[in-house]
Nanobody
Framework: QLQASGGGPVHTGGSLRLSCAAS????????IGWFRQAPGKEREWVSC????????YYADSVKGRFTISIDNAKITVDLQMNSLEPEDTATYYC?????????????????WGQGTLVTVSS
């Protein structure tokens, strides 16, 4: 199971920290990713992290502004979002690949959490 939290309203230039709490994994290695979907747009990959070596990956649109991190003891993955822009407004979802594999493709993720809405206003 994945539980996302931390969304809310914020002004341009502000920050938010999203958190994804994972439970029930039956494997040692997994990848957790964040996706977002803005109204009227397709779901977009944002970032992901592999617990096997801590490797992190970012979409160009968020590189340098967002930071993904993992607490392996608690199996939580946070997405620190800084310098937020109205274009970041979306419902953010966390998802998991239950194997040692990294992907930007939504269809390769095995589990999804419910979304958390981020609204950035100017």
């Amino acid at each position: 199971q994945l539980q996302a939290s931390g969304g809310g309203p914020v002004h341009t230039g502000g920050s938010l920290r999203l958190s994804c709490a994972a439970s029930g994994f039956t494997v040692d290695y997994f990848t957790i990713g964040w996706f977002r979907q803005a109204p009227g747009k397709e779901r977009e990959w944002v970032s992901c992290i592999s617990n096997s070596d801590g490797s992190t990956y970012y979409a160009d649109s968020v590189k340098g502004r967002f930071t993904i991190s993992i607490d392996n003891a608690k199996i939580t993955v946070d997405l620190q979002m800084n310098s937020l822009e109205p274009e970041d407004t979306a419902t953010y979802y966390c998802a998991a690949i239950e194997r040692r594999w990294v992907s930007v493709l939504a269809e390769e993720y095995d589990y999804w959490g419910q979304g958390t809405l981020v609204t950035v206003s100017s």
